[in-house]
């Protein structure tokens, strides 16, 4: 069983920025990809970011490419989103997900989900 909370949401203006972070327990962090989605309400979850258990393999989606970072410290057993250039259509709620398989969080079929983190950009 893994154990995520995240923590780092808010209100921020358009232009700005917020760093997101997720604690994981109860498993070897290691072990995990990791990832972030984020659903928009009347929206389907998406996901936004993923990083395999080393940090070798990184995915963005095309809307946050540039704008946002994704990195985790297992040494610390936790990831983190950096997300700069904020825009209103990034409001929703972000989600941390972890999977022993990075194909499992790529098609959102993950195992483990924290209870998610508002994030809301006004214009």
């Known amino acids: 069983q893994v154990h995520l909370v995240e923590s780092g949401g808010g209100l921020v203006q358009s232009g700005g920025s917020l760093r997101l972070s997720c604690a994981a327990s109860g498993r070897t962090f290691s072990s995990l990809a990791m990832g972030w989605f984020r659903q928009a309400p009347g929206k389907e979850r998406e996901l936004v970011a993923a990083?395999?258990?080393?940090?070798?393999?990184?995915y963005y989606a095309d809307s946050v490419k540039s704008r946002f970072t994704i990195s985790r410290d297992n040494s610390e057993n936790t990831v983190s989103l950096q997300m700069n250039s904020l825009k209103p259509e990034d409001t929703a709620v972000y989600y941390c997900?972890?999977?022993?398989?990075?194909?499992?969080?790529?098609?959102?079929?993950?195992?483990?989900w924290g209870q998610g983190t508002q994030v809301t950009v006004s214009s």
């Open positions: 997900a972890a999977d022993t398989s990075w194909r499992a969080i790529a098609t959102m079929k993950n195992d483990y």
């Open positions: 990083i395999s258990w080393s940090g070798g393999n990184i």
